[in-house]
Structure formats: C-alpha cells, structure tokens
C-alpha cells in the first residue's frame, strides 16, 4: 500500500500564504491520483474543500486552492483566516482504492 | 434533508466483530459510492474501502483486505461495514461518506475494542 506523506505541522500569520503539500512514495503525484483535500476541526468530520486536483466544493472559500506542484498535490491557502485553523488531509486515488495522507496541523497565528 | 446516519457506539471484545450500518436520506442511495473512513483517537484518516450502491461493487485498501466486509440493503437505502477479529488497534471512530463534489458524511460510530 501506497504511503502519502504530508507536512506535519505548519503555521501562517492572519492574511498570509501557505501552500501544503501531498506526495506519494510510489513516484509524482498526477491528476491520475484525482487529490482530494479535506478539512477537519476538532471533534467534527471531515469535509472536502478540493477534488479532482482543482475543483472546489460549493462551500470552499474562495481562498483555498488545488494544484500539482513539482511531483505533488498542493492546497494553496491565500490570506488566512483564523477560521482556517484546522487539520487538512489529501486523499489519492490508486487505480480505485484511496490512501489518505498524514494529515497538516495548520495553525493561524 | 440529505443525511447519512450512522448506527451508535458499541464496546466490543478482542476477536469480535462489529458491523456499523449508515443510513441513507433525501437523495437516491444507488447513485452513489459510500466510502468508509476510521480515525483512532488523537491520529489521522485511514481509508477502508469503497461500496458502488448500484450494483454492491467494493474495494477495500490492502490492510484490511480479508478482514472487512461492505454490504448494501438497497432496499432500506443502507450501507454495512463488518470488521472482523477486532484488536485494540480497532478502537476508532468510524465514517461513512459521500466524497467530492457530492460529499456528505455521517456523524461517525465510535467502536472501543476493549
């Protein structure tokens, strides 16, 4: 099985930047793996923000995107919110079944 | 209302098994896939496995292949999770959920293996 590696942790001041990022330990990550993203707050379930590499879901803040980035998926926050303060996960695909990543820690500070 | 609702928590013993039921509402159960995802107290999201409604397909991720089993009752628009052989490494909550553009999940089944 496929192993997803995310940054642990990562924080970004009130209305910065901060792109994370998802790789695969089997080569590049590609629009073939159809990265998810998902956010998650504390005690709550998880819901998507990002499919298919680019496509946002009818609730995602305009300030969340996706892209591949060098050889791997990208979640791409631009000017933070406190709101944003969250745990974000990738999920791949790999010809049908799914691994998700480790997970991101970001913190709004 | 479009729901997933999700059978309650249960305490089990090692070697059990545990079968979670989720419950479909408010949009056509076979036009979908239900994933299941876990999530063991303090760690990340582990995907389990996929269930294609309209014709019980399923896939389940290499770790748990052998081990669990996802059903559908189309009837009563709902999914079935069995985990069988349960461990300590089991205790987690568990989800189903719609995922992507049609993305819905159900409150999640807290299972203690203990």
């Known amino acids: 099985q496929a192993v997803v590696t995310q940054e642990p942790s990562l924080t970004v001041s009130p209305g910065g930047t901060v792109t994370l990022t998802c790789g695969s330990n089997t080569g590049a990550v590609t629009s073939d793996h159809y990265p998810f993203w998902f956010q998650q707050k504390s005690a709550q379930a998880p819901r998507t923000l990002i499919y298919d590499t680019t496509k946002k879901h009818s609730w995602t803040p305009a300030r969340f995107s996706g892209s591949l980035l060098g050889d791997k998926a990208a979640l791409t926050l631009s000017g933070a919110q406190p709101e944003d303060e969250a745990e974000y996960y990738c999920l791949l695909s790999y010809s049908g079944t799914h691994v998700f990543g480790t997970g991101t820690k970001v913190t709004v500070l | 209302q479009v729901l997933l609702v999700q059978s309650g928590a249960e305490v089990k013993k090692p070697g059990a098994s545990v079968k979670v039921s989720c419950k479909a509402s408010g949009y056509r159960f076979s036009d979908y896939y239900i994933h299941w995802v876990r999530q063991a107290p303090g760690q990340g999201l582990e995907w389990m496995g996929w269930?294609?409604?309209?014709?019980?397909?399923?896939r389940y991720a290499q770790k748990f292949q052998g081990r669990v089993t996802v059903t559908r009752d189309t009837s009563i628009s709902t999914a079935y999770m069995e985990l069988n052989e349960l461990t300590s490494d089991d205790t987690a909550v568990y989800f189903c959920?719609?995922?992507?553009?049609?993305?819905?999940w159900g409150q999640g089944t807290m299972i203690t293996v203990s």
């Open positions: 269930l294609k409604c309209k014709n019980g397909d399923t």
């Open positions: 959920a719609r995922v992507g553009r049609d993305d819905l």
